[in-house]
């Protein structure tokens, strides 16, 4: 399980993650998401983001995303 976002998104510009399809953020003291938040998980399937505190979602957070 990845422990934040904040350390999802150091470890993401440090290596590929372009194979992950599922990310647990579950539990996290999440806030917000910045636009292409998840863009470097290209492959990602499955998103959890239960039990934070997101107020706010930048409109183009998911853009790289299509709805299935």
Do not use: C, M, P
């Amino acid at each position: 399980r990845i422990v934040s976002l904040n350390f999802a998104l150091d470890f993401a510009q440090q290596s590929s993650l372009s194979h992950i399809e599922t990310l647990d953020l579950s539990h996290n003291q999440i806030g917000f998401l910045d636009a292409d938040t998840f863009k470097q998980f290209t492959s990602l399937k499955s998103l959890n983001l239960a039990h934070n505190r997101i107020s706010s979602i930048n409109l183009f957070a998911f853009s790289a995303y299509t709805l299935n």
